[in-house]
């Protein structure tokens, strides 16, 4: 059963410590997607990658938030230093030949508090 | 740029009502448009898409309906169980465009029985 894995699933830090979020796409989908979601702005596009590439990131701020995909089966997102409003569930989602019709796949996201 | 406002929550029914939420778009180009679900502590499901004007996407009794002369992409469902629970989102990306897919704000659905 192919589905996008994230860890850590929950994720309690003190403010201005480092954070990272892992996401494990589907093994041959070449389209990754972050999402940040809160109950102020929903669901906010971070930054998205193509055949490990960053297409997109204007959603992300860039002073303290960084997305990488080192290899075709990693996805990740760190932020430094982390703040309390950063407090949110993070998503990653992953596609294939994303053409406008193919679905997004999403895993059940790491909820982070930043205390 | 690219934009979805679907009506906001919550919303409450009893079990067998008939359910619509309100989907309306901004886009350039030709969208393809979609539905998702997520339950309570899940990530987002896709629950029905569309991908041309006129298209009728639908699973699980549920339709939407591609509306370009309304810009619309309204969901529906003629009988809701209490299964059904859960926030729904309209969403779009852009074909040949930068395919970003842009999310409206959800929609909180409980159904009780």
């Known amino acids: 059963d192919a589905r996008v894995t994230q860890t850590p699933r929950h994720k309690v830090t003190e403010m201005g410590q480092e954070v990272t979020m892992r996401c494990q796409p589907i093994l041959g989908h070449n389209t990754v997607f972050w999402y940040r979601q809160t109950m102020m702005q929903g669901l906010e596009l971070l930054a998205y990658f193509r055949n490990r590439a960053p297409l997109d990131d204007s959603g992300m701020p860039k002073d303290r938030f960084s997305a990488e995909m080192p290899d075709a089966t990693l996805a990740t997102l760190k932020i430094q230093p982390s703040e309390p409003r950063d407090s949110a569930v993070y998503f990653c989602?992953?596609?294939?030949?994303?053409?406008?019709?193919?679905?997004?796949?999403f895993g059940q996201g790491t909820r982070l508090t930043v205390v | 740029g690219n934009s979805v406002t679907q009506m906001e929550g919550p919303v409450t029914l009893s079990e067998e009502a008939f359910l619509t939420i309100n989907c309306t778009y901004t886009a350039t180009g030709y969208p393809s448009l979609f539905w998702y679900v997520q339950y309570p502590g899940e990530g987002l499901q896709l629950l029905l898409k569309a991908t041309k004007a006129d298209d009728k996407g639908s699973n699980k009794g549920f339709e939407a309906t591609y509306r370009k002369e309304t810009t619309s992409f309204h969901l529906e469902k003629g009988s809701v169980q209490v299964s059904d629970s859960a926030v729904y989102f309209c969403a779009l990306t852009n074909q040949g465009g930068s395919e970003k897919l842009v999310f409206g704000k959800g929609t909180k659905l409980t159904v009780n029985p």
């Open positions: 989602a992953s596609g294939l030949r994303w053409q406008g019709g193919s679905e997004a796949f």
